[in-house]
């Protein structure tokens, strides 16, 4: 500010001119009255343009409020009356500067010169401003005179000694992804010994950019102390205390005296209104107990903040502490605010990303860049978006519409998704659909350099974590996955539990679904062999969750590969390999032991817990009628209650609802043990429940609903199954004991969609138009099977359906999940051109799915593992579904459901048989039809049975005598121990 007054003070010549009400404003903010300097502003730039000094202060009023488009115009046409005045000159390209447009100005001072590099190497000259000086490298950077960039920066980093000119040529040497050169700068400036307050200031932001935000605190709060009045000090201290989550420093040296935690807060309230240091201070008061006055705070910003980032801030405080609803909802005012800025227009696209509304957020980041063509943060999300959706072609093509950029539209598709790795994880993720964009020849560049991306630019341990996963995961080339690893490890040398977890992530993470055909085996055996290797060098980790990332499950990849017989062996090594890293999970509850002592348990009931995500159905229909006089049913939910009916269901049905942490094993595992449990009964299939079930929680352990992920570990007691859907002998396949039931063991409600009866004919080719966009002639195949069920087995099935039968489709669901791109490449390779003919559609709701279920030709079973729930709703609606049964676990699901009511048509005998039912069922509507009443009517044994509910209850009073024997876990087939 003080740098301005003195540039216009030659202009301040009249009491009553725009100079006088410009120095009004100034004395209006000094005292905090923004509306009065608001409206001094309007009043200047809505002036008569009558003289130089009129011109250029209603320039410089456009610019604080945030008009820079009429700033620029205001100044330019003082220009065009006034071309001679040094003054107007200055402050034009300044404010050209200042918004990234210094573009522009070269242009204009060009006009009737042919040589624009002339003009830009006269303006390094005579404009030392840090603004112009960096703004002008940029462009020549933007331009292609990179030699001239080069020797100007040579010449700064030589010989340059201003802190705010290097500071500047930092911003923009990484906005160009020149890193390094930005880190020869901060290191430069991190060692200065600050003889001011503007010396602590960069030395300090310096150390931050380099990721030392200790240090940075430590050297403001050093600052401080030496400068007590610097308030610029004390406000950037409060901002990375902000982020490192440390505001109780900021208590202390700001406000040492204050009497309570929440005086201190509230004077710090009233002192930085900055959107980060107050939802640092919100976060603070919710872990304080200060719970009144942050949610007032939170709610004051909700309700009557018109700050962009305020907003913005908020919505990520409240998605940090899972209060998702709020956060979409303060998206939803951010993404429907009319923007005034580029902060405006990045943060509404952010929002519209947030919403998954990236139609939207694409429209919105082309009208900010519309009006500020060169905005670096806008361009740079607009690459990201259009290269997630692949539309290179919009990208290229709304560029070039653009007077100016900061970016040249690529020269070349590889250009595009080569910038597109500044979201590495985006660009993992959508690798093997951006491989099928470029030439084949340039696939292997494009591998090489994003190892080399990686090499120059270190990635956080949280996104090196989910890219080494992903790595894995996605089945994506050994060789790219393995340079990946080694690429980002480099970043983390000496630190051990880093480089530990990258380890694990690459060694233990299987594919979720094959690439190609492979022989599961070698697979598996590699994996029990790596869990081997590495308990027996055993080196502790904070916590699985955390330092593995929530989506490594991979006790559900080791399934989905079909090697049964290596199951439980695989989950032996797992567990080995986890306790020797996380020993805290080998625990066992104080009251196990205690438990079954009869003489202590006189008159108690069995107290009875489900451990399940809330999302699960098929189980919480037991609770209630559980008999209350043995029982005491407690329901211990993974994190917050989900909003669906079954989340409703348990909450309703269980006699007790505990919630426990989902992030956090070692607290879930004490909350767990806690309730005292006698029986846990539980659907392991992620972490939060997983984890927790290594543990010895109760004296009986037992899985129910999901396949029997856990079997293999010590402390798993039982599983719970359906004898006709599992192996002739179980002994084969299962290390742990099993318990198989004559009826279901589920509950299953009756449903709410298609109870009435069939759809019509019309409704019928209405879902067919609305979801598929194809008419009643074109026969549907649907396998309603998720993703990893889709084994390489089933594509030869797939092939033949679809070759013998050319007006088909074949309809998959969830296509929008991130494995499921692998099975797009690898169905791509094995149907060839009948690839031409598949559907992937995203997840739909339960009415949608149900009204597709109903509108279809015909519904295929997944081979060698089946549909389970898909298949129990599938046969309540009426919905005949192919199955070819297999002898392995989850492998006959579909076939026992059809043998306990007596439908056995569809059963298939072999490969043969299979595609033959299929293609009868699709193309013969009255059989089909028949068919369809069929299977609905004789659904209803199964449907609330309560032959199920008893059986289920004796079995657990039985499982706990034999236990209060003190005999151990047994076998229980044909209604007895074995």
């Given at each position: 500010m003080s740098k301005l007054k003195a540039l216009l003070r030659p202009l301040l010549f009249r009491s009553d001119g725009p100079g006088s009400l410009w120095t009004q404003a100034d004395h209006a903010l000094a005292n905090g009255d923004h509306s009065r300097a608001t409206e001094i502003y309007r009043q200047l730039a809505g002036a008569k343009l009558s003289s130089p000094e009129s011109y250029l202060y209603a320039g410089l009023a456009q610019q604080r409020l945030h008009r820079p488009s009429e700033a620029i115009a205001a100044l330019e046409s003082g220009l065009a009356q006034y071309p001679n005045l040094p003054l107007l000159m200055e402050h034009y390209l300044r404010v050209c500067a200042e918004l990234d447009q210094v573009d522009r100005a070269i242009r204009r001072l060009a006009m009737g010169h042919a040589d624009e590099r002339q003009v830009c190497e006269e303006l390094f000259v005579r404009y030392p401003d840090p603004h112009v000086q960096s703004n002008l490298i940029g462009h020549?950077?933007?331009?292609?005179?990179t030699d001239l960039a080069e020797a100007k920066i040579e010449a700064l980093l030589q010989h340059s000694d201003d802190n705010v000119l290097l500071w500047r040529l930092a911003d923009v040497l990484l906005q160009y992804q020149r890193d390094e050169q930005a880190r020869v700068i901060y290191r430069r400036l991190a060692v200065r010994t600050p003889e001011n307050p503007l010396g602590v200031l960069h030395?300090?932001?310096?150390?931050?950019?380099?990721?030392?935000?200790?240090?940075?605190?430590?050297?403001?709060?050093?600052?401080?102390?030496?400068?007590?009045?610097?308030?610029?000090?004390?406000?950037?201290?409060?901002?990375?205390?902000?982020?490192?989550?440390?505001?109780?420093?900021?208590?202390?040296?700001?406000?040492?005296?204050?009497?309570?935690?929440?005086?201190?807060?509230?004077?710090?309230?009233?002192?930085?209104?900055?959107?980060?240091?107050?939802?640092?201070?919100?976060?603070?008061?919710?872990?304080?107990g200060l719970d009144q006055l942050a949610e007032q705070k939170i709610r004051a910003i909700r309700e009557m903040s018109d700050d962009?980032?305020?907003?913005?801030?908020?919505?990520?405080?409240?998605?940090?502490?899972?209060?998702?609803?709020?956060?979409?909802?303060?998206?939803?005012?951010?993404?429907?605010?009319?923007p005034k800025d580029v902060e405006d227009y990045h943060l509404s696209s952010l929002a519209f990303v947030c919403l998954s509304e990236l139609d939207e957020c694409l429209e919105c980041l082309e009208r900010g860049l519309l009006h500020y063509p060169a905005a670096g943060k806008l361009l740079a999300l607009y690459m990201k978006i259009c290269a997630k959706r692949f539309e290179y072609d919009r990208y290229r093509d709304f560029l070039g519409s653009l007077e100016a950029a900061d970016l040249p539209p690529p020269v070349s598709m590889l250009d595009f998704y080569r910038a597109s790795m500044s979201a590495p994880v985006d660009f993992v993720i959508n690798l093997q659909d951006i491989e099928l964009r470029i030439e084949p020849g340039d696939v292997s560049v494009l591998r090489q350099d994003f190892h080399v991306y990686l090499r120059k630019n270190p990635q956080p341990i949280k996104i090196a974590r989910v890219l080494v996963f992903f790595c894995r995961y996605l089945h994506l080339p050994g060789d790219f996955a393995a340079g990946v690893c080694a690429a980002l490890q480099l970043a983390f040398e000496g630190e051990d539990k880093a480089s530990r977890s990258l380890r694990i992530l690459d060694e233990m993470t299987p594919p979720m679904i094959p690439r190609h055909a492979i022989q599961p085996a070698d697979d598996v055996r590699r994996f029990i062999e790596a869990g081997q290797r590495l308990a027996a060098d055993p080196l502790s980790l904070d916590e699985p969750?955390?330092?593995?990332?929530?989506?490594?499950?991979?006790?559900?990849?080791?399934?989905?590969?079909?090697?049964?017989?290596?199951?439980?062996?695989?989950?032996?090594?797992?567990?080995?390999?986890?306790?020797?890293?996380?020993?805290?999970?080998?625990?066992?509850?104080?009251?196990?032991?205690?438990?079954?002592?009869?003489?202590?348990?006189?008159?108690?009931?069995?107290?009875?817990?489900?451990?399940?995500?809330?999302?699960?159905?098929?189980?919480?229909?037991?609770?209630?009628?559980?008999?209350?006089?043995?029982?005491?049913?407690?329901?211990?939910?993974?994190?917050?209650?989900?909003?669906?009916?079954?989340?409703?269901?348990?909450?309703?049905?269980?006699?007790?609802?505990?919630?426990?942490?989902?992030?956090?094993?070692?607290?879930?595992?004490e909350t767990i043990a806690g309730e005292a449990l006698d029986i846990i009964v539980s659907g392991p299939s992620i972490a939060a429940v997983y984890y927790p079930m290594m543990a010895r929680l109760a004296p009986l352990q037992m899985v129910l609903l999901e396949p029997n992920w856990t079997d293999g570990l010590t402390n798993a007691d039982y599983y719970i199954s359906w004898a006709p859907a599992e192996p002739a002998t179980p002994s084969d396949f299962y290390k742990t004991k099993v318990a198989l039931f004559e009826h279901p063991p589920y509950w299953i409600e009756r449903p709410e969609v298609g109870s009435k009866g069939p759809i019509s004919p019309q409704a019928r080719a209405e879902v067919r138009r609305r979801l598929l966009n194809v008419g009643t002639d074109t026969r549907v195949y649907l396998c309603a099977n998720t993703p990893p069920k889709?084994?390489?087995?089933?594509?030869?099935?797939?092939?033949?359906?679809?070759?013998?039968?050319?007006?088909?489709?074949?309809?998959?669901?969830?296509?929008?999940?991130?494995?499921?791109?692998?099975?797009?490449?690898?169905?791509?390779e094995t149907l060839g051109t009948?690839?031409?003919?598949?559907?992937?559609?995203?997840?739909?709701?339960?009415?949608?799915?149900?009204?597709?279920?109903?509108?279809?030709?015909?519904?295929?079973?997944?081979?060698?593992?089946?549909?389970?729930?898909?298949?129990?709703?599938?046969?309540?609606?009426?919905?005949?579904?192919?199955?070819?049964?297999?002898?392995?676990?989850?492998?006959?699901?579909?076939?026992?459901?059809?043998?306990?009511?007596?439908?056995?048509?569809?059963?298939?005998?072999?490969?043969?048989?299979?595609?033959?039912?299929?293609?009868?069922?699709?193309?013969?509507?009255?059989?089909?039809?028949?068919?369809?009443?069929?299977?609905?009517?004789?659904?209803?044994?199964?449907?609330?049975?309560?032959?199920?509910?008893?059986?289920?209850?004796?079995?657990?009073?039985?499982?706990?005598?034999?236990?209060?024997?003190?005999?151990?876990?047994?076998?229980?087939?044909?209604?007895?121990?074995?």
């Open positions: 020549a950077l933007r331009t292609g005179w030395s300090a932001l310096a150390e931050h950019r380099l990721g030392n935000s200790e240090r940075a605190a430590d050297i403001f709060e050093a600052g401080i102390r030496s400068f007590p009045q610097a308030a610029e000090l004390i406000e950037h201290f409060a901002l990375i205390c902000a982020q490192l989550r440390q505001m109780r420093r900021v208590i202390r040296v700001a406000v040492p005296d204050a009497h309570s935690e929440q005086q201190a807060c509230e004077a710090l309230f009233a002192r930085f209104p900055d959107p980060q240091i107050q939802v640092g201070l919100i976060d603070h008061c919710l872990d304080a962009a980032l305020a907003l913005w801030q908020v919505s990520e405080l409240l998605l940090s502490r899972e209060r998702t609803e709020e956060a979409n909802a303060l998206h939803r005012k951010l993404a429907g605010r009319e969750i955390a330092d593995m990332t929530n989506n490594w499950t991979p006790w559900q990849y080791i399934f989905c590969l079909v090697a049964p017989e290596l199951y439980g062996t695989a989950i032996s090594a797992f567990e080995k390999m986890v306790f020797s890293t996380w020993p805290r999970l080998d625990f066992t509850a104080g009251h196990v032991a205690d438990a079954v002592d009869s003489h202590k348990r006189a008159g108690k009931k069995l107290r009875l817990g489900f451990i399940v995500h809330d999302s699960m159905p098929m189980m919480s229909g037991f609770l209630p009628r559980l008999d209350p006089q043995r029982f005491e049913t407690v329901f211990l939910r993974p994190g917050k209650s989900g909003k669906s009916a079954a989340a409703q269901g348990w909450l309703d049905r269980a006699g007790k609802v505990v919630q426990y942490s989902d992030v956090d094993m070692d607290a879930a595992i889709i084994h390489p087995d089933m594509d030869g099935i797939f092939h033949e359906i679809l070759e013998r039968d050319q007006d088909a489709i074949l309809v998959l669901l969830r296509g929008e999940y991130p494995p499921a791109k692998t099975l797009r490449n690898r169905l791509r009948l690839y031409d003919r598949v559907v992937f559609m995203s997840t739909m709701s339960k009415d949608d799915a149900h009204m597709l279920l109903q509108a279809v030709d015909c519904c295929v079973d997944s081979y060698p593992l089946c549909g389970m729930s898909s298949s129990f709703d599938g046969a309540m609606l009426g919905i005949p579904t192919v199955t070819l049964p297999a002898n392995i676990p989850f492998g006959r699901w579909t076939a026992a459901i059809y043998e306990y009511i007596g439908a056995t048509t569809l059963i298939a005998k072999d490969r043969e048989d299979y595609v033959e039912l299929a293609l009868r069922v699709a193309s013969d509507k009255e059989w089909r039809e028949q068919l369809s009443l069929d299977i609905k009517r004789k659904s209803s044994r199964y449907v609330e049975s309560e032959q199920s509910s008893r059986e289920f209850e004796a079995f657990l009073l039985k499982a706990w005598d034999r236990k209060r024997q003190g005999q151990a876990p047994a076998n229980w087939l044909n209604g007895r121990w074995q």
